[in-house]
């Protein structure tokens, strides 16, 4: 996501590297090649061409010219003018009512039914009851795919395949939810493939029936200024209250997320970035500003993590380590934690200075495939006493897991250094004395 663009920006930027007493001409030679680099990334070019002169009017106004580091300047207006193009602040999606009832509309294969399952698994997690109704009367798939979510995440669907009429469904699937005390109802609306007047129509008839709190526009952000385009024609019918852009782990270029805002003038809610129901993020421009520029996103990275943290088990685990029994039980339990956290490229990217050093890596989903049937190919003693493990016992997991023992004593080596690590941070007395040896060093150093 994004790569293309942070490279071409990095390189504008170079112009000024290194040069302490720099022109105007400078400045400018750094903005037309920040508009180039926009403009690859299929951003509108008025957006483009005006988001250039706010920089270049900035850039001047504020003295970057005579300042100590006129990279670091430009960098920094650029990364506040790039949060402000997307809409500042990030708008959370409003749940009030009872229930909150939220319309999702969009074009076929933009992502719609999965990004439905989404929103529950991230409702749910916010304490929410949610229901989904599939109101797709067109597509029989649909509905299979909503009910297949719904019972993945073990949230309740409303459906009907005898009623064609959309408005009715939603309306009954609407007061299912009161009846069962369900607070937020979440509606699958029909998708075409392209724009045409009876989908406006039939959606727009849906809203005024339904009166929702939120109608959400969902859009593949790997389609660009199409993207856009289809935002604009949407808004125009049906006044949407935010945008949800899906697909954002493909080879998206990024200019649907640059100009959605300054065109439609609508915020962006969430962004869809993998196929997993956790894939799902709130939308903040200065986090995503900071991603563009490869700077990282470690505010979201801490907030998928701790989405994922259960204070129970942690009680449990520090126990365990504290006794000195952290096991490869206890091992995989973590990587599982680790795989619910999303897809493991963009996990990476959001560690500042690491965009660039994973951008071509190949980092599939199931990275921890080897080490999940290792693992399991122990016997319950060898995954509580891992010292246990002797060469023959090697030999019989390797052959288990489709691995080799040179990947065996890989992970055994590198299992013994996480759990020496592991108590070393558990033990505070130790991190403590550890804490002033490095001060002292520090001391000596100066």
């Known amino acids: 996501m994004f790569e293309n663009l942070n490279e071409k920006l990095e390189r504008a930027f170079k112009v000024l590297k290194g040069q302490g007493q720099i022109t105007e001409i400078n400045v400018a030679e750094t903005v037309k090649e920040i508009r180039r680099a926009l403009l690859d990334a299929d951003v509108n070019f008025k957006t483009a061409k005006e988001f250039t002169d706010r920089v270049k009017e900035k850039a001047i106004g504020q003295g970057v010219i005579n300042s100590v580091s006129p990279q670091q300047s430009l960098v920094k207006i650029t990364h506040d003018e790039l949060a402000t193009l997307m809409g500042g602040q990030g708008k959370a999606i409003d749940l009030s009512g009872d229930p909150a009832v939220i319309l999702m509309s969009g074009l076929q294969g933009s992502g719609k039914t999965t990004f439905g399952g989404k929103l529950a698994n991230y409702v749910k997690k916010k304490g929410r009851s949610p229901l989904l109704v599939a109101c797709d009367v067109y597509r029989p798939a649909a509905i299979d795919q909503l009910h297949v979510l719904g019972e993945q995440l073990s949230v309740p669907v409303y459906s009907d395949r005898e009623n064609k009429d959309p408005v009715s469904i939603a309306k009954a699937g609407i007061a299912q939810a009161r009846s069962q005390g369900r607070n937020v109802v979440i509606i699958d609306t029909a998708g075409r493939l392209a724009i045409d007047a009876e ?185 509580n006493q891992p010292g246990i493990i002797n060469g023959p016992r090697r030999q019989r997991i390797a052959k288990g897991s489709g691995t080799n023992v040179a990947e065996v004593n890989k992970l055994l080596k590198q299992f013994e250094e996480t759990r020496k690590m592991m108590k070393l941070m558990g033990d505070k007395s130790k991190m403590k004395n550890m804490m002033k040896q490095m001060q002292a060093m520090q001391g000596m150093r100066r």
């Open 199 to 383: 989908m406006m129509d039939e959606i727009a008839r849906l809203k005024k029936a339904i009166q929702p709190r939120e109608t959400l526009f969902v859009v593949d952000a790997m389609t660009g200024q199409d993207a856009v385009n289809t935002a604009k024609a949407f808004n125009d019918k049906l006044d949407i209250d935010g945008v949800v852009l899906t697909k954002l782990d493909g080879d998206a270029r990024g200019g649907a997320a640059l100009s959605i805002r300054s065109v439609v003038d609508k915020p962006i809610k969430f962004i869809g970035t993998g196929e997993k129901m956790e894939a799902l993020d709130e939308f903040h421009p200065d986090r995503m500003a900071g991603r563009i520029l490869g700077m990282g996103d470690v505010v979201s990275l801490v907030e998928r993590a701790q989405e994922q943290f259960d204070e129970e088990q942690a009680r449990k685990l520090q126990k365990k380590i504290a006794k000195d029994q952290f096991g490869f039980d206890d091992f995989l339990d973590q990587i599982q934690q680790i795989k619910k956290m999303g897809n493991m490229k963009d996990l990476m990217g959001m560690i500042p200075g690491m965009g660039k050093a994973v951008k071509n890596l190949d980092i599939p989903d199931d990275a921890f495939k080897g080490i999940e049937a290792m693992i399991k190919s122990m016997t319950p003693d060898e995954r």
